[in-house]
């Protein structure tokens, strides 16, 4: 019994009563900042009146983005001018308010407009302030302008996926951005922390989330094998093997997969090669290996392989479209996706990928219309009907 069916009364939410400003645009600082709304924190993202550029990327209905969808569903969206007098107060006076602030401009910007971390921590001293940039707040790097794809080729990720493609010699094209995703989670994870410091401390802190480290903690072996002479192997461990309407992935990564992929593809006999017996051998040698198991693989489908490996215990998938995993009755097993409305009508959401025994994860269910909740927080905080914030161009961010 999953979890979520296990706890289906469960209504409570970790973060509940913890307030959120969240100033980041694109993807890192957004995605950071809905795993804190999912958790139940009150998240009030603030844009300019023209909003973030996520709102015009397709899939597009009714000029609605189902990707913004995907990265803000459950904020609050509140519209201000943060070059304006009357914006910064109001930044000000929700700071008072707030636990955490997520940010994601370029370094300096929020200095430049008098709201950094030294400025709004005497307002509030228990303020959570994360900071999300390319390469750090500080250092010779630090004021470059940084976008997922040029991380991947500066964090050295690219040239290290390039060297398991034999034959190529120029590197991938970019289209899937590690490094936002894997950023936005390692914020959320210090804001975690930090939360439970102040628990201890009763003072909050400022969070300094690196692009560049964050992507470079992808790349555990490769890390390792630059500093130290390390021969790769003749082809890459692990790739597709094929079958004979398409491709699986086989991993073999302890004595006990090899032994079984060996009876399944009837070399038995390969056990006690002294080409493939130990791990070094297989590294040296696994060319060969690799051959023997598509000899076995190329005149069956992939069906047919899949069976076979399932039953032996060897780890081994097919190649799926992003479509083909999301019908997975494993996923619907998860209740993995969650279904959300805004203007252009519904679409689904991927969930957090964690359950808790005793708290809700799921995300909110409507998306705010840009600025819905300006003149609610412009009550809240005190600022007069007759002095209206003044929206627009903010500067630029990373």
């Not at 409570?12 to 804190?36: E, N, Q, W, Y």
């Not at 308010?97 to 709004?120: C, K, Q, S, W």
């Not at 964050?214 to 390390?230: C, K, P, R, W, Y």
Request: with cysteine; charged share 20%.
């Amino acid at each position: 019994m999953p979890l979520a069916d296990k706890h289906e009364g469960t209504t409570t939410k970790a973060f509940a009563g913890l307030r959120v400003l969240d100033f980041s645009t694109t993807i890192a600082g957004p995605h950071c900042a809905r795993m804190l709304a999912d958790m139940g924190a009150e998240v009030i993202k603030i844009e300019t009146d023209g909003g973030e550029t996520m709102r015009t990327r397709p899939p597009l209905r009714k000029g609605c983005s189902t990707v913004f969808g995907q990265l803000n569903v459950g904020k609050k969206s509140v519209v201000l001018d943060l070059k304006s007098e009357e914006g910064k107060e109001a930044v000000r006076r929700l700071a008072a308010t707030a636990d955490i602030l997520v940010e994601n401009f370029r370094p300096g910007v929020m200095h430049r407009l008098r709201l950094d971390y030294d400025r709004l921590r005497p307002v509030n001293p228990k303020l959570i302030y994360c900071s999300i940039s390319g390469y750090g707040q500080t250092g010779p790097s630090a004021e470059l302008p940084a976008y997922a794809p040029v991380i991947h080729a500066a964090s050295g990720y690219d040239m290290a996926h390039l060297a398991y493609q034999p034959g190529r010699s120029r590197p991938d094209y970019c289209g899937i951005y590690h490094a936002d995703v894997v950023t936005g989670t390692y914020g959320f994870g210090a804001i975690a922390s930090a939360l439970y410091q102040r628990t201890v401390t009763g003072q909050g802190q400022h969070i300094d989330v690196s692009m560049l480290e964050s992507m470079l903690t992808l790349t555990v072996i490769e890390l390792q094998s630059s500093q130290f002479a390390v021969k790769p192997p003749p082809r890459p461990m692990f790739g597709p093997t094929e079958t004979a309407n398409g491709y699986v992935m086989i991993t073999v990564a302890s004595e006990k997969t090899f032994q079984c992929l060996m009876g399944v593809i009837g070399r038995p006999e390969w056990v006690s090669d002294p080409r493939f017996s130990t791990y070094a051998a297989r590294r040296e040698n696994w060319a060969d290996m690799m051959d023997g198991v598509e000899a076995w693989s190329r005149p069956l489908t992939t069906d047919a392989c899949l069976v076979a490996l399932g039953a032996a215990g060897v780890p081994a998938s097919a190649y799926r479209t992003v479509s083909e995993a999301l019908a997975d009755p494993q996923l619907a097993h998860r209740q993995a996706l969650s279904s959300v409305e805004d203007e252009g009508g519904s679409f689904q959401v991927l969930n957090l990928p964690f359950r808790m025994s005793g708290a809700d994860t799921t995300p909110g269910k409507q998306m705010a219309v840009l600025g819905e909740h300006t003149d609610a927080l412009r009550e809240e905080i005190g600022l007069a009907d007759d002095a209206p914030i003044p929206s627009g161009k903010t500067a630029a961010t990373n």
